[in-house]
């Protein structure tokens, strides 16, 4: 079962009772949040680290049972990257 609940940036919490009712029926849940290149990307950084939009209070609504294991969104340190030409 797959429901957005919330976008990356935004103040659309239109998804949010579908995807609390999934994780709540689930077994287990896998929770991506993060930031997209409008957020971040090379040579505009963030003034701040926090979640943006309403991810953060989304992920503490679906942060109770099931078994909850957050995996990030962006690539490890060790993951190929693509060469770029």
Do not use: C, W
């Amino acid at each position: 079962m797959v429901e957005q609940g919330v976008s990356l940036a935004g103040s659309d919490n239109s998804g949010v009772a579908a995807a609390l009712a999934a994780a709540q029926a689930s077994q287990q849940v896998l929770l991506f949040l993060g930031i997209g290149n409008a957020q971040e990307h090379e040579g505009i950084d963030r003034m701040n680290t926090s979640l943006p939009g309403l991810q953060e209070p989304f992920a503490l609504q679906v942060r109770a049972p099931p078994p909850f294991f957050p995996l990030p969104s962006y690539p490890s340190p060790q993951a190929p990257r693509e060469k770029r030409g």
